[in-house]
C-alpha cells in the first residue's frame, strides 16, 4: 500500500509563507484525488485542500485565497504552497488518500 512522507514544515513568523512536500512511496499517476490533512493535539483531523486529477482543486475556507495544492506526477510528489500564514494554521500536516496510510506529518506553527 502506498504510503507518503511529509516535510517542509517549520517555525514561521505570522504573514509569513511555506512549501510542504508529499512524496509517495509509488507512482501517484494512477491515484486520482490526494488531500492535505491538519491535526491539532486533541482535536480532529480536518482536510485542508484537495486536488483531483491535475488541475481541479477543493479548500477549506478558512485557506481560500491563502494556500494552494499543487501535483508533480513524474516526482510522485504533491504540493501544498501557503501564504499569508496565522497563527490558527499551526498544526501537523499529513498528505492522504481515501483510505491511506498515515504518515508522520510534518510540523507547521505560526508565531512572532
Known amino acids: 500500500q502506498v504510503q507518503f512522507v511529509e516535510s517542509g514544515g517549520g517555525l514561521v513568523q505570522p504573514g509569513g509563507s511555506l512549501r510542504l512536500s508529499c512524496t509517495a512511496s509509488q507512482n501517484i499517476r494512477s491515484i486520482y484525488t490526494m488531500g492535505w490533512y491538519r491535526q491539532a493535539p486533541g482535536k480532529q483531523r480536518e482536510l485542508v485542500a484537495r486536488?483531483?486529477?491535475?488541475?481541479?482543486?477543493n479548500y477549506a475556507d478558512s485557506v481560500k485565497g491563502r494556500f494552494t495544492i499543487s501535483r508533480d506526477n513524474a516526482k510522485n510528489t504533491v504540493y501544498l504552497e501557503m501564504n499569508n500564514l496565522k497563527s490558527e494554521d499551526t498544526d501537523i500536516y499529513y498528505c492522504n488518500i481515501a483510505g491511506g496510510i498515515w504518515g508522520q506529518g510534518t510540523q507547521v506553527a505560526v508565531s512572532s
Open positions: 486536488i483531483t486529477g491535475v488541475t481541479t482543486t
